[in-house]
Nanobody, 121 residues
Framework: QVQLVESGGGLVQTGGSLRLSCAAS????????VGWFRQAPGKEREFVAI???????KYADSVKGRFTISRDNAEKTVYLQMNSLKPEDTAIYYC???????????????WGQGTQVTVSA
């Protein structure tokens, strides 16, 4: 069983930065795939970034070059550094984890509660 807790959300102006954290429990976290997703009001949850075993990462086109996913396996934490934020980045951000390599949100077994990110114009 893995429990995930996100933190780091908040209100920021356009062009600003935030770093989200996803703290996990579980002894085998280092082998898990961890993804960040977001959901804006009235929209479906969408993929943002993923980190898998080793140094593998993948980003949505909309955040590529602005967001960076990283992980500290010793601390069992995955980070999402968000730079050059835009109003369209406003959403609830969720982290998710799975013992397999998965990308689609529907395939993740474990989810955090989410953290709100609001980017003002």
């Amino acid at each position: 069983q893995v429990q995930l807790v996100e933190s780091g959300g908040g209100l920021v102006q356009t062009g600003g930065s935030l770093r989200l954290s996803c703290a996990a429990s579980g002894s085998t976290f280092s082998s898990y795939t961890v993804g960040w997703f977001r959901q804006a009001p009235g929209k479906e949850r969408e993929f943002v970034a993923i980190s898998w075993r080793g140094s593998g990462t993948k980003y949505a086109d909309s955040v590529k070059g602005r967001f960076t996913i990283s992980r500290d396996n010793a601390e069992k934490t995955v980070y999402l550094q968000m730079n050059s934020l835009k109003p369209e980045d406003t959403a609830i951000y969720y982290c998710a984890a799975d013992k397999n390599f998965v990308v689609a949100a529907s395939l993740y077994d474990y989810w955090g509660q989410g953290t709100q990110v609001t980017v003002s114009a």
